[in-house]
Nanobody, 121 residues
Framework: QVQLVESGGGLVQPGGSLRLSCAASGNIFSINTMGWYRQAPGKQREMVAS???????YYADSVKGRFTISRDYAKNTVYLQMNSLKPEDTAVYYC???????????????WGQGTQVTVSS
């Protein structure tokens, strides 16, 4: 079983910055993609950024140039540096990861519990 634990959310003024972290733990053999999604009240969950084990990164158009995703492969951790935050970035941010557990035979995919990001003056 794999657990994903996020941290780093909070309240920030428009134009400010926050850094989210998500650590994966458990019986991990390998992790393929780690990413961040968000869900605002009354809206569907949407992909914010993702990073593959091959070093590729993908971003939603709404965050390009403001957010940066990075991974620490040794620590099974993914980060999301969020700069120039806007009120419309307010949402619960969820970590997502997929890979293999055990000796590599069993796939996993899971979500963290979410962390609230509020951008308001």
């Amino acid at each position: 079983q794999v657990q994903l634990v996020e941290s780093g959310g909070g309240l920030v003024q428009p134009g400010g910055s926050l850094r989210l972290s998500c650590a994966a733990s458990g019986n991990i053999f390998s992790i393929n993609t780690m990413g961040w999604y968000r869900q605002a009240p009354g809206k569907q969950r949407e992909m914010v950024a993702s990073a593959t084990s091959g070093g590729n990164s993908y971003y939603a158009d709404s965050v390009k140039g403001r957010f940066t995703i990075s991974r620490d492969y040794a620590k099974n951790t993914v980060y999301l540096q969020m700069n120039s935050l806007k009120p419309e970035d307010t949402a619960v941010y969820y970590c997502n990861a997929d890979g293999r557990t055990g000796a590599g035979y069993f796939p996993f995919a899971g979500w963290g519990q979410g962390t609230q990001v509020t951008v308001s003056s």
